[in-house]
């Protein structure tokens, strides 16, 4: 399943429940804060961890995606927990207005390689799994 395809089954979910529950504008900030934290939760989750350095450079963003990375490659991040909010995420969370785009990147060197796999690695595929779920979820809560 391409990205495309996956991003386009998301949006016809999202219109699917939208048109199905009489969204407000406060109900609607929730279901936009939920699918932000539920999807840096899964990115991180199916990332495969070495070091926890690719897992901590998820960043969640209001409004333009995040720039430079966090953190030291080389570095270990032992502690980094799949969907762990630190307080820049939290704040970004807090400036969520109804339809602000919210951005969930990885600037890690290698994050693209480590999604999309070469011929010698299998990819982890983290955006494709994590769209998915989030699809899922949704037409599940119709």
């Known amino acids: 399943m391409t990205v495309v395809h996956n991003l386009e089954a998301f949006q016809g979910a999202v219109d ?3 048109q ?6 406060t109900s609607l900030l929730v279901i936009q804060a939920k699918l932000l934290m539920d999807g ?16 901590y ?3 969640l963003t209001i ?3 995040a720039e430079g990375k966090k953190g030291n490659e080389g570095q270990e991040y032992p502690g ?3 969907g762990q909010i630190d307080p820049l995420e939290a ?3 807090a400036s969520l207005r109804p339809f602000s785009i919210g951005w969930i990147t ?9 999604n999309n796999g070469t011929e010698k690695r299998e990819a982890a595929l983290m955006l494709e799994r994590t769209v998915s779920d989030l699809t899922e979820e949704l037409l599940t809560n119709i």
């Open 63 to 65: 409004g333009q995606p």
């Open 91 to 93: 704040r970004a969370l």
């Open 106 to 114: 990885n600037n890690a060197d290698y994050a693209e390689i480590v």
């Open 20 to 25: 199905k529950h009489a969204v407000s504008a």
């Open 16 to 18: 699917a429940f939208t």
């Open 80 to 82: 980094a927990q799949a």
């Open 40 to 55: 840096l939760a899964k990115m991180s989750q199916y990332s495969p961890v070495l070091t926890g350095y690719l897992r």
């Open 57 to 59: 450079n998820f960043q």
